[in-house]
Structure formats: C-alpha cells, structure tokens
C-alpha cells in the first residue's frame, strides 16, 4: 500500500474519531446550550431533540451514504461529509433558538454518520481479507478514543469558553481535514486508486468565482441572521437590515432575504455550472442511483424507531409520549420498503447482498452488541448519579471513561485475535468479558465507586466489547462483495444502534419493574420520617431501590452479552477472514 494510501485512511480514521467525540462532549454542554435557547435547564426533555436529531441523522441516513460510496467512491464521501459536519457545526455554533440548533445537529449526525461506512468500506478496498481484521480493529480503536476523548475535551473547552467555541473547534478540524483530503491524489494500482472513483476531480483548473462569491455572500449574510451583531442593530443605518418587513421573523429581513436568494442562487449555479464548486447533478444522480425511494422508506422507518425510543426519559418512560405512533409509522415504512426491494430492479440493498450467512449474522450480532452497549453507555453515569456523584454529572460522565478507555484497547486486540482464531470465537470471547464486566457491575453498592475494585468490572467491560468490534466488521466484509462494502458498513452500524435504542427501552421496562417493586416493600414516608414529608433515611430507601434498578439492568446486559457471543459462535462458525477461504466461500454461493 501506498503512503498515499495509509495516509488517506489516517485521515479518515482521525474524523470518524472526531465525529465520535462529539457524541459525547454534548451531554455536558447540553445545560448551557438550553439556556441559549431559552429553554429552563428544569426542562430538560425540551432538549431530547437536540440529541436525537443528531441521531436521526446519524443512522437514517447511514444506508443511503454506504450506497453512494459504493456507486460513487469512497474519498468524495469522505470529503462530502466532513463538509456536511463542518457546516453542521457552523449552524450549531451560530444556532439561537432550539430549531435552529436541532437543524445543526441533524446536519452533523448526517456527515459524522457518512464518514464510518465510507472509511471501513475503504479498509476493504485497501487491504485484503487475510489483512483486514488489524487494520479495522485500528480504525475502531480511534473512533473509540474520540469517544473517551469527547467529554474530557467538552470539559476543557468549558472550562475556558462558552458551549460555542465546541462547536467551532469542529468547523475548523472538519474544514481542515476536508481540505487535506481535497488533495490527495493516487497512483496506478487499481486497489490503490479505487478511492478516488468516479465524480472525484481533484484539484485542478480555475474554480467557479461566481460560484465561491455567491456561497461566500450566503455565509456571511446568513451568520448575521444567526449573531444578529448588537453594534449593527443600534447603528441608525445598518439596523434597518435588521427590521422584518412583516411579523418578527429574523428571515423576513432585508439581511435574511438576501441569505435566503443568494442561496438559492447558488444552488442553481452549481446546477447549471460547468465546474460548479458542488456537483449537485452529480449527488443528485448518485442519490437516484442508489435508489432514493428505497433510502427514504429505510429512513423513514429508523426514524419511526429512534424518535419513539430516544426522545423518552429512560429514567421514568419506556416510549416517548407519541412513541406508538412512531412505531406505527415505522412498521407502515417498513412495510412499503419491503415490497419496494421485491419490485425494483436496482434496490436500494441489491438483491442477493446479504444472502451468505456471516453476512446477515453480522447484522444480528451487531444488534445484540448494541443491546448490551447502551446499558454501559447510559446506566454507568446513571449509577454513579444516584449514589456518589449526585451533585456532579461531570464527575458521573468521568466514571464511564474508565469503561471507554479499555475498548480501544480491545478493539486492537480484537483485530489480531480475529486473523487468527477467527471472527466468532473473538467475538463470543468479547461478549463474555462484556457478561463477566456486567455481572461485576450488578454487585455494586452505595460506596463501590468509591473504591479500586469498582475499575475491574468497568475495564473488563469495555475490554470485552472493544474485542468484538473488529471481528464483527470483519465478517461482513469478508462475506459480501467488493460493490456493496459501503452498504454493509452501513448495515451493521445501523443494526447496532437500533439495538442500542431497542436495548435500552426493554432494559428500562425491566428496571423500572424492579424499582417500584422494591418501593412496594418500602414502608411509608411518615412512618419513615416521623411525620415529616421527606429524610435522610426514606431518600436512602430510594437511592438503594434505585441500585437494585440499576443491578437488573447490567443483569439484562449481560444476557444480552451472552446472546451476541452464542450467535457469533452460531453464525460466524463458518466465517473466516483470510482471503483465500473468503474468496471460497463466495465463489460457491
């Protein structure tokens, strides 16, 4: 492989990790960002949009994106994306009511999204089957250090800036990374070269002017929308581009006007242009290629999903409060994108893509893994809130760190042991470390946290399942062909991340139940207290129903562990990732 090469994966690998610390680092701007937006910090499930918007973006979109790069090329994905978190970012800085921030999230969940199919697919393209297990346990090592990087670097920027500058750190690494990768260039070998596909030019030639000043007019206009300047607005001349020409809308100002024509003017240069800086018909044709019927009706049922799982409170609802209607919708998309595949010609997933057995398994494995993840992801602060931490969700946030910090770990050694003894007995020895690191977790108490042995049940946790990411990777794209590797890719974080929201709604039925079923022994506040309406005493009764919540969820994880490790064994038994037996394998189905 080429320096070229290894560099361009490099570069992919470092965004996916930024996209991924920024999945986090939100949770603690979160308070601020909702004050900005003049939502009472009390208030706090008027923000679920802010997180589930990002999430909306991030997975309905996934399976459309894996197909494109697969149609049109794994680098102008890449790039595409990073220019889509970049003005995600921008958006999300600049954002002052909550539509507005909630549009900037949804913009970031699409690019940081976009970049995880495009990067693994395009390990597959640079390595062969028999090498592949190392590097993708690389690549999901760095993904996972952005996350155990995300809040530390929230904490930082906090301690020294608003919630703003966050999200303009990232404009200027993903502006950064764009333009580096805006560069590159590759030789002759057909492995090497297959990055730069189709639709990609790389530098060359007088861009459009007309084109770079029509956008440069949008941004600038556009921002004094967002910032509104306090010096403008008491300027007797400038002000008035202020003033709304009717009602109080912000757009329907002279300055918003402008912003909104000089955008769709752009749009329309890129259209018509005949070295447009965006390739719209080009996009536009990959979209329509990669079927857009199928991708809508894919999206509009993970969206049906993730808005009737991740817009609840997970600590008093299993559903939001239209989540039925959601489900409903969903299973209606569901149902058309079913007999959508069947009819067309050139579905959105080809037909016979996932027909080998390591491939669909990798789906369902995937799944289970996110089942388990999300208790660790959510109940770890959750844990560390109720009992020592519970004037602190900094202090929470900083105990599921030492989880994070083992599963880079893991995900390299996952990618060695893959090559080695195969994908499902790496990924069945992940899943019990993940049992064995949630069995120790349903043994804490009160003061556990408090103590070193608390780290063991964390550690081996994310040990566990950094070893299982690899493999799982591994397996579908050794099992699936080269022209749907991006798809795949897609497929199995979308799986994942279902089973993250599915997971964490069944585990919280499952917790709840124990919660009011301990309070069912409880004896009465009065009785407790003396009379009184609260003490020290009943809110220790509480906090102790709490943990036993908490026991049944790691308790729940663990089964869900130990399924994700006895389907791996099952569906993967055949799967072997060097590329002789996985070139024999697809050459007889």
Same mark, same amino acid.
């Given at each position: 492989?080429?320096?070229?090469?290894?560099?361009?994966?490099?570069?992919?690998?470092?965004?996916?990790?930024?996209?991924?610390?920024?999945?986090?680092?939100?949770?603690?701007?979160?308070?601020?960002?909702m004050?900005?937006?003049?939502?009472?910090v009390?208030?706090?499930?008027?923000?679920?949009?802010?997180?589930?918007?990002?999430?909306?973006?991030?997975?309905?979109?996934?399976?459309?994106?894996?197909r494109?790069?697969?149609?049109?090329?794994?680098?102008?994905?890449?790039?595409?994306?990073?220019?889509?978190?970049?003005?995600g970012?921008?958006?999300?800085?600049?954002?002052?009511?909550?539509?507005?921030?909630?549009?900037?999230?949804?913009?970031?969940g699409?690019?940081?999204?976009?970049?995880? @199919?495009a990067?693994?697919?395009?390990?597959?393209?640079?390595?062969?089957?028999?090498?592949?297990?190392?590097?993708?346990?690389?690549?999901?090592?760095?993904?996972? &250090?952005?996350?155990?990087?995300?809040?530390?670097?929230?904490?930082l920027?906090l301690?020294?800036?608003d919630?703003?500058?966050?999200?303009?750190v990232?404009?200027? #690494?993903?502006?950064?990374?764009?333009?580096?990768?805006?560069?590159?260039?590759?030789?002759?070998?057909?492995?090497?070269?297959?990055?730069?596909?189709?639709?990609?030019?790389?530098?060359?030639? $007088?861009?459009?002017i007309?084109g770079?000043?029509?956008?440069?007019?949008?941004?600038?206009?556009g921002?004094?929308?967002?910032?509104?300047?306090?010096?403008?607005m008491?300027?007797?001349?400038?002000?008035?581009?202020?003033? @709304?020409?009717? +009602?109080?809308?912000?757009?329907l100002? @002279?300055? +918003?006007?402008?912003a909104?024509?000089?955008?769709?003017?752009?749009?329309?240069?890129?259209?018509? /242009?005949?070295?447009?800086?965006?390739?719209?018909?080009?996009?536009?044709?990959?979209?329509?290629?990669?079927?857009?019927?199928?991708?809508?009706?894919?999206?509009?049922?993970?969206? =049906?999903?993730?808005?009737?799982?991740?817009?609840?409170?997970?600590?008093?609802?299993?559903f939001?409060?239209?989540?039925?209607?959601?489900?409903?919708?969903?299973?209606?998309?569901?149902?058309?994108?079913?007999?959508?595949?069947?009819?067309?010609?050139?579905?959105?997933?080809?037909? =016979?893509a996932?027909?080998?057995t390591?491939?669909?398994?990798?789906?369902?494995?995937?799944?289970?893994?996110?089942?388990?993840?999300?208790?660790?992801?959510?109940? &770890?602060?959750?844990?560390?809130?109720?009992?020592i931490?519970?004037?602190?969700?900094?202090?929470?946030?900083?105990?599921?760190?030492?989880?994070l910090?083992?599963?880079p #770990?893991?995900?390299?050694? =996952?990618?060695?042991?893959?090559r080695?003894?195969?994908?499902?007995?790496?990924? /069945?020895?992940?899943?019990?470390?993940?049992?064995?690191?949630?069995?120790?977790?349903?043994?804490?108490?009160?003061?556990?946290?408090?103590?070193?042995?608390?780290?063991? +049940?964390? #550690?081996?946790?994310?040990?566990?399942?950094?070893?299982?990411?690899?493999?799982?990777?591994?397996?579908?794209?050794a099992?699936?062909d080269?022209?749907v590797?991006?798809?795949?890719?897609?497929?199995?974080?979308?799986?994942r991340?279902?089973g993250?929201?599915?997971?964490?709604?069944?585990?919280?039925?499952?917790g709840?139940r124990?919660?009011?079923?301990?309070?069912?022994?409880? @004896?009465? $506040?009065?009785?407790?207290?003396?009379?009184?309406?609260?003490?020290?005493?009943?809110?220790?009764?509480?906090?102790?129903?709490g943990?036993a919540?908490?026991?049944?969820?790691?308790? +729940?994880?663990?089964?869900?562990?130990v399924?994700?490790?006895?389907?791996?064994?099952?569906?993967?038994?055949?799967?072997?990732?060097?590329?002789?037996?996985?070139?024999?394998?697809?050459?007889?189905h």
């Amino acid at each position: 492989m080429s320096r070229n090469s290894r560099l361009l994966l490099g570069l992919a690998a470092v965004a996916v990790a930024f996209a991924a610390a920024d999945t986090y680092v939100v949770v603690l701007a979160l308070p601020d960002m909702m004050a900005s937006a003049g939502v009472p910090v009390e208030e706090l499930q008027r923000a679920a949009p802010v997180i589930s918007g990002f999430l909306l973006g991030y997975v309905a979109m996934l399976p459309l994106i894996g197909r494109i790069a697969d149609l049109r090329g794994r680098l102008p994905v890449l790039l595409m994306a990073l220019v889509v978190f970049a003005f995600g970012s921008l958006v999300t800085a600049l954002a002052y009511d909550m539509p507005s921030m909630v549009s900037g999230r949804f913009l970031q969940g699409v690019g940081g999204g976009g970049l995880v @199919p495009a990067t693994l697919a395009l390990v597959a393209d640079l390595y062969p089957a028999d090498r592949r297990s190392v590097p993708l346990g690389i690549v999901s090592a760095v993904q996972e &250090i952005g996350s155990v990087l995300g809040p530390l670097f929230g904490a930082l920027v906090l301690s020294v800036a608003d919630w703003r500058a966050i999200f303009l750190v990232n404009l200027a #690494v993903g502006l950064l990374l764009a333009a580096a990768l805006r560069t590159m260039r590759f030789g002759t070998n057909p492995r090497e070269s297959r990055p730069q596909t189709r639709g990609f030019r790389p530098i060359e030639g $007088v861009p459009d002017i007309v084109g770079g000043l029509l956008l440069a007019l949008t941004l600038v206009t556009g921002s004094l929308v967002f910032v509104r300047p306090a010096s403008l607005m008491r300027d007797v001349t400038w002000g008035e581009m202020f003033v @709304p020409f009717t +009602g109080d809308g912000r757009w329907l100002t @002279p300055v +918003g006007v402008v912003a909104m024509a000089s955008g769709l003017l752009f749009v329309v240069r890129c259209v018509t /242009a005949r070295r447009p800086l965006v390739d719209v018909r080009g996009w536009v044709g990959s979209m329509r290629e990669a079927d857009l019927t199928g991708s809508l009706l894919l999206a509009a049922a993970l969206s =049906g999903v993730i808005l009737a799982f991740a817009t609840a409170d997970p600590k008093v609802q299993v559903f939001a409060d239209n989540g039925w209607w959601y489900l409903l919708g969903a299973m209606v998309a569901s149902a058309l994108l079913v007999w959508h595949l069947r009819r067309d010609d050139a579905p959105l997933i080809p037909h =016979g893509a996932l027909r080998r057995t390591p491939a669909w398994g990798a789906l369902l494995v995937s799944f289970f893994v996110g089942a388990a993840l999300i208790a660790a992801l959510i109940d &770890i602060p959750l844990f560390a809130r109720t009992t020592i931490y519970a004037d602190s969700q900094l202090m929470a946030a900083l105990v599921l760190v030492r989880f994070l910090i083992a599963l880079p #770990v893991g995900a390299v050694i =996952g990618g060695y042991l893959s090559r080695t003894i195969g994908a499902g007995p790496t990924t /069945a020895t992940g899943m019990g470390f993940a049992a064995t690191g949630f069995v120790l977790m349903s043994r804490w108490d009160l003061t556990s946290l408090e103590h070193w042995h608390a780290n063991l +049940g964390l #550690v081996i946790g994310g040990l566990g399942f950094g070893l299982a990411l690899a493999p799982v990777n591994a397996a579908v794209l050794a099992y699936t062909d080269d022209d749907v590797h991006g798809l795949a890719s897609a497929l199995v974080v979308v799986s994942r991340m279902v089973g993250m929201l599915v997971g964490i709604s069944a585990l919280t039925v499952i917790g709840l139940r124990r919660y009011y079923s301990e309070q069912d022994n409880f @004896p009465t $506040v009065r009785d407790v207290c003396d009379g009184k309406s609260r003490c020290k005493e009943f809110t220790l009764l509480l906090k102790q129903a709490g943990i036993a919540q908490e026991h049944t969820v790691f308790l +729940g994880a663990a089964v869900c562990a130990v399924i994700a490790g006895v389907l791996a064994l099952v569906l993967f038994r055949q799967a072997r990732t060097d590329s002789i037996s996985a070139r024999e394998a697809l050459s007889a189905h």
